[in-house]
């Protein structure tokens, strides 16, 4: 491990060291070096087309950051973002491409319902369902997914969906859920499962994007991937793929002024505050939806239906704990030889993850994905706090474990870490189309543009690139 430590961090040294100057002209300029700005990098490079990236921090990734450590003479690695990705991602066929090392589990975890903890072990989907359930709270969540499943066939981002469906976007998801009158425990499954990927309760969105979202447990599940050695492995690797000479870093994007068929970018280097300016074709936008209107001025200004269908949308948030023990706590969350985690833990504790890597012998991790109101007041409170909350949980959850003890840190990368649509509003409604559409050759691209996983970074990578290619 501590090879690729070094290689991870010779590699980040390197990509700064050898960030390029940005160019006087480009055909397209992408503001963004996050999984969506090297999305669409990596499709404009396919289709042959010349870009050049602004990005506002000194590393790429953005919201996908690892954590290195040194904790009693060890190197350690752990995610303080994301932390899979589910096998419907595009981004699983790009990790591939780019030879990649990554692991893959079954779509289900431990969980804790009404205080009940419901271990997985070595069960697998289909037998820890059962025994969670029964025979007939199983034949009902059949039941309840056989509905979404023709709804979910008839859903395509930026096509028309038919109008009953559509309706859907008027009821909240808990509200349509409760109409199948389902056992508790196959609701709370529901709810709890789902809340921690969309970041937010599941009384906050739509129904129609609720069901959206649930495709990733629909039968047997889809499986998840994880990056080994962290998340940073990949984008690295990514930001190599589209090319260093092509990536700017520490410059922010102040203002994009269209006249006739140019664009001119104009961008702040956050080191120097020198300002600059790059002649494009084309400008695509990878700022998080909810920063983009507080961030970058438009000349001419963005229309008022993009405007309102941006301030219409909604977030999920994340917080992220790093709780550092004893090695020996492994036996918390071990039963008949086996880990359980990851845990569901419908609690201050968020989902519980083994953040120990392989090699590591002194310290065991575990990290600690918050989410939803949780993950907000986290975002907003003194971390001495915070630490008073989540401990106390912790030794709740595993009386004992704070004996054990070695330190926490905390992560705040994530105040709005995910697109949601609330009630009203949906990926599929007009407002949404708009945010797709092109204008004064600029293009609104990014995860918050099309779903709640870093699936829409790469959806919304091969939607720009192809209206650009067509504009040729």
Same mark, same amino acid.
């Given at each position: 491990? /501590?090879?690729?430590?070094?290689?991870?961090?010779?590699?980040?040294?390197?990509?700064?060291?050898?960030?390029?100057?940005?160019?006087?002209?480009?055909?397209?300029?992408?503001?963004?070096?996050?999984?969506?700005?090297?999305?669409?990098? =990596?499709?404009?490079?396919?289709?042959?087309? @010349?870009?050049?990236?602004?990005?506002?921090?000194?590393?790429?990734?953005?919201?996908?950051?690892?954590?290195?450590?040194?904790?009693?003479?060890?190197?350690?690695?752990?995610?303080?973002?994301?932390?899979?990705?589910?096998?419907?991602?595009?981004?699983?066929? $790009?990790?591939?491409?780019?030879?990649?090392?990554?692991?893959?589990?079954?779509?289900?975890?431990?969980?804790?319902?009404? !205080?009940?903890?419901?271990?997985?072990?070595?069960?697998?989907?289909?037998?820890?369902?059962?025994?969670?359930?029964?025979?007939?709270?199983?034949?009902?969540?059949?039941?309840?997914?056989?509905?979404? /499943?023709?709804?979910?066939?008839?859903?395509?981002?930026?096509?028309?969906?038919?109008?009953?469906?559509?309706?859907?976007?008027?009821?909240?998801?808990?509200?349509?859920?409760?109409?199948?009158?389902?056992?508790?425990?196959?609701?709370?499954?529901?709810?709890?499962?789902?809340?921690?990927?969309?970041?937010?309760?599941?009384?906050?969105?739509?129904?129609?994007?609720?069901?959206?979202?649930?495709?990733? %447990?629909?039968?047997? !599940?889809?499986?998840?991937?994880?990056?080994?050695?962290?998340?940073?492995?990949?984008?690295?690797?990514?930001?190599?793929?589209?090319?260093?000479?092509?990536?700017?870093?520490?410059?922010?994007?102040?203002?994009?002024?269209?006249?006739?068929?140019?664009?001119?970018?104009?961008?702040?280097?956050?080191?120097?505050?020198?300002?600059?300016?790059?002649?494009?074709?084309?400008?695509?936008?990878?700022?998080?939806?909810?920063?983009?209107?507080?961030?970058?001025?438009?000349?001419?200004?963005?229309?008022?239906? +993009?405007? /309102?269908?941006?301030?219409?949308?909604?977030?999920?948030? =994340? %917080?992220?704990?790093?709780?550092?023990?004893?090695? +020996?706590?492994?036996?918390?969350?071990?039963?008949?030889?086996?880990?359980?985690?990851?845990?569901?833990?419908?609690?201050?504790?968020?989902?519980?993850?083994?953040?120990? @890597?392989?090699? $590591?012998?002194?310290?065991? $991790?575990?990290?600690?994905?918050?989410?939803?109101?949780?993950?907000?007041?986290?975002?907003?409170?003194?971390?001495?706090?915070?630490?008073?909350?989540?401990?106390?949980?912790?030794?709740? /959850?595993?009386?004992?474990?704070?004996?054990?003890?070695?330190? $926490?840190? %905390?992560?705040?990368?994530?105040?709005?870490?995910?697109?949601?649509?609330?009630?009203?509003?949906?990926?599929?409604?007009?407002?949404?189309?708009?945010?797709?559409?092109?204008?004064?050759?600029?293009?609104?691209?990014?995860?918050?543009?099309?779903?709640?996983?870093?699936?829409?970074?790469?959806?919304?990578?091969?939607?720009?690139?192809?209206?650009?290619?067509?504009?040729?």
């Amino acid at each position: 491990m /501590l090879s690729r430590i070094c290689v991870v961090l010779l590699l980040s040294l390197f990509a700064a060291s050898t960030a390029a100057e940005p160019p006087k002209e480009s055909r397209v300029v992408i503001a963004g070096a996050g999984l969506s700005g090297l999305a669409t990098a =990596y499709e404009l490079k396919k289709a042959g087309i @010349p870009y050049h990236i602004l990005e506002l921090s000194p590393r790429a990734g953005g919201r996908v950051r690892t954590a290195h450590y040194q904790v009693d003479g060890e190197d350690i690695t752990t995610d303080s973002g994301m932390e899979e990705y589910w096998e419907s991602n595009p981004a699983v066929q $790009v990790i591939k491409e780019l030879g990649l090392n990554y692991t893959k589990d079954i779509a289900i975890s431990s969980i804790i319902i009404d !205080g009940k903890l419901h271990p997985l072990k070595k069960a697998g989907r289909q037998e820890f369902l059962t025994g969670l359930f029964g025979d007939k709270g199983l034949a009902d969540l059949r039941r309840f997914e056989d509905a979404l /499943l023709p709804i979910l066939k008839k859903l395509k981002l930026g096509q028309e969906i038919p109008k009953e469906h559509l309706n859907l976007k008027d009821t909240d998801f808990a509200s349509w859920v409760g109409g199948f009158s389902l056992p508790r425990n196959v609701s709370e499954w529901i709810r709890i499962s789902l809340e921690c990927e969309i970041g937010t309760e599941w009384s906050r969105i739509s129904a129609l994007d609720g069901i959206a979202e649930y495709h990733i %447990f629909l039968g047997e !599940g889809e499986e998840c991937y994880r990056i080994e050695g962290g998340n940073q492995v990949f984008t690295e690797a990514f930001a190599g793929a589209v090319g260093l000479e092509n990536i700017s870093y520490e410059k922010r994007v102040t203002r994009v002024v269209t006249e006739r068929n140019k664009v001119y970018v104009h961008y702040q280097d956050q080191s120097t505050n020198n300002y600059g300016i790059i002649e494009a074709a084309h400008f695509v936008s990878t700022i998080p939806l909810y920063r983009l209107l507080f961030e970058v001025q438009f000349e001419p200004p963005l229309s008022e239906k +993009k405007k /309102l269908a941006v301030i219409t949308q909604n977030w999920g948030s =994340y %917080f992220k704990a790093h709780i550092f023990l004893d090695p +020996k706590a492994s036996r918390f969350w071990t039963k008949d030889g086996e880990s359980i985690l990851p845990l569901l833990s419908d609690s201050a504790l968020g989902v519980i993850y083994d953040g120990t @890597p392989s090699d $590591v012998k002194k310290t065991a $991790v575990l990290s600690l994905l918050i989410t939803g109101s949780h993950a907000e007041t986290f975002n907003l409170t003194p971390l001495d706090q915070v630490r008073a909350t989540i401990i106390p949980e912790l030794e709740k /959850l595993f009386p004992g474990i704070t004996k054990m003890l070695k330190g $926490v840190e %905390f992560h705040r990368v994530h105040p709005r870490a995910i697109a949601a649509w609330p009630t009203g509003r949906s990926r599929f409604d007009e407002q949404s189309n708009e945010i797709r559409r092109p204008e004064n050759r600029v293009y609104l691209a990014g995860d918050f543009t099309e779903t709640s996983h870093s699936d829409g970074a790469f959806i919304s990578a091969k939607r720009v690139v192809g209206d650009i290619a067509s504009s040729r």
